[in-house]
């Protein structure tokens, strides 16, 4: 397959550029590390064509600022409008760039050459798509920063429908908090999807993998980005995760995320042990169970009743669109 060149141009250290690259950032109560963020790309080596930033709610986005920031194109959308994948396919449809990055609002780079060094990846024409490295910040907790070394190694890797044995779920493994696709492969398969809760990121690279295309995970990009989520957070978070999954069996029935889930939980241990921190393994048992807790009520949720639906998700939006869409997911 032979990729979409566009004319070499220079990058501010001479960098030669074969791809023109845009980039989409959805915002909602954007904040300081927002604002870092913007720095950093005006500071990229490869040249950036437009940064689109499709922000949640007018009323909550900074009204100073953001006018020195250059190649800005600013869209405001309603709460209700927003969708996980649907906004981001929207924006991606409003752009020309030969590679597209998607962020999110709270990813920093570490420094100026994470475009280019993701753009690097698509020199390999099966590659189509190309994740960052995630690095915890500062106030990261322990187990937190074990988990982004887990999920985000140093060493960069490509990979294919072939890994699927070695791999399983990591296969197609993608994060659109940084994630860099190839256009013409990404309107070829239609881009992500329209309606979805969660891993518009995932259930498209599951695409790419079948259709015989390559994901590269870049080590050497690397943005700033964790959480220190509650218990309570994470059962939500995971709730909403296994209903993707539940709703795409066609991708996430390739390979068992839940042998991935307790692998990790056995090295965090293992891990907490080596450094000292035996204390620390009660709290990883309980967030652990937390997240298994969401997880089955997620694969299981059209067994559930609409208002524990409720109380389990974080996105009521979604389910508001499934319900006066009358998809009848959820009774």
Known sequence: MTPAYSEDVKGKQGTMAKWTVDVVIPTYKPDEKFDRLMQMLQKQTYPIGTILIMNTEKRFF????????????????????????????????????????????????????????????????????????????????????????????????????????????????????????????????????????????????????????????????????????????????????????????????????ESEGIRMVRSTAAYLLKQGKPQLIPVLVMRSACKFLGYRLGKNYRRLPRFLIDRLTMNRAYWEKEQHGNRGKAK
């Open 62 to 257: 900074p009204k100073k600022g953001y006018e020195t920031w250059q190649k800005v194109q600013l869209r405001h959308i309603k709460a209700e409008d927003f969708d996980h994948g649907g906004t981001r396919d929207g924006a991606a449809s409003l752009l020309s760039g030969d590679l597209i990055l998607f962020m999110t609002q709270d990813a920093v780079p570490t420094d100026e050459y994470l475009v280019e060094r993701l753009a690097a990846a698509f020199a390999d024409e099966q590659v189509a798509a190309a994740y960052a490295r995630q690095l915890p910040d500062l106030n990261c907790d322990w187990i937190e920063r074990y988990t982004r070394s887990f999920n985000y190694p140093k060493e960069s890797s490509v990979k294919s429908k072939e890994d699927l044995t070695r791999y399983g779920i990591k296969t197609f493994f993608c994060s659109n908090v940084c994630a860099m696709y190839r256009r013409t492969v990404y309107e070829e398969l239609g881009g992500f999807e329209k309606h979805t809760i969660f891993n518009e990121d995932m259930i498209f690279a599951g695409k790419l993998i079948q259709h015989g295309y390559s994901i590269a995970y870049t080590g050497d990009a690397a943005v700033i980005h964790s959480h220190n989520y509650t218990n309570r957070q994470q059962l939500h978070r995971n709730f909403d995760l296994a209903v993707s999954q539940a709703d795409h069996p066609e991708i996430f029935g390739m390979a068992s995320s």
